[in-house]
């Protein structure tokens, strides 16, 4: 009587390339493109991937926009905790966040865009879970506004008429209102002069 033995099972192959370098490229693409008007085509391209090495790591296209929204949200939180990282007041905070979206806001970065923002307007009316995800990222932005803004009332480096719930909500739109009109290319200068008028509502 003869006996068969089961092939062994060989482990997968390893992933060829790396996660976070691809994500930052599909990041790209996407801020400048947008969802709709980004193919399949334009993503093989930019990330230097085949579709069948997209649909097997993401899924599909909406699958690799939700891996770039995550990755773009922890490298954007990153950096500002490295600039907070020297922050003493409330006020100094306050700054260090309006230093970080004027940096983003002009020249070549400027114009790329911000992937939030930019997917938040194109999916708002159509997409209520893509809504919803991005809505809590900008609570989040102004949640940490607030904080920073009753420090500041705390160690008084902010004004005590200032209203914390109110001023959060319109550093938002500051905040967020430079990353849009930065698609347009603004100069360094001129998103630099907007953190210092806004500083002075502090005032």
Not at 26 to 53: K, M, P, Q
Request: contains cysteine; charged residues 25%.
């Amino acid at each position: 009587m003869s006996s068969s033995v089961p092939p062994q099972r060989t482990p997968g192959r390893p992933r060829e390339f790396d996660m976070d370098v691809v994500l930052d490229k599909a990041i790209t693409v996407f801020s400048r493109l947008g969802y709709s008007a980004t193919s399949v085509a334009d993503l093989n391209t930019a990330l230097g991937l085949t579709s069948g090495s997209i649909y097997k790591a993401f899924g599909d296209k909406r699958g690799v926009l939700m891996a770039a929204l995550d990755r773009y949200v922890e490298r954007r939180t990153r950096r500002l905790d490295d600039l907070l990282a020297s922050a003493r007041t409330g006020r100094e905070r306050v700054a260090a966040v309006l230093k970080s979206y004027a940096e983003t806001s002009h020249g070549e970065t400027g114009r790329t865009g911000c992937l939030v923002i930019g997917t938040l307007m194109e999916f708002a009316g159509s997409d209520p879970a893509l809504r919803e995800r991005l809505t809590k990222i900008l609570a989040t932005h102004e949640a940490r506004l607030l904080r920073f803004l009753r420090e500041g009332h705390a160690d008084g480096s902010i004004a005590a008429r200032i209203d914390p719930e109110a001023t959060a909500r319109l550093l938002l739109c500051v905040i967020q209102g430079m990353r849009v009109v930065g698609k347009s290319g603004r100069r360094q200068a001129e998103m630099a002069a907007i953190c210092i008028e806004a500083l002075r509502l502090l005032d």
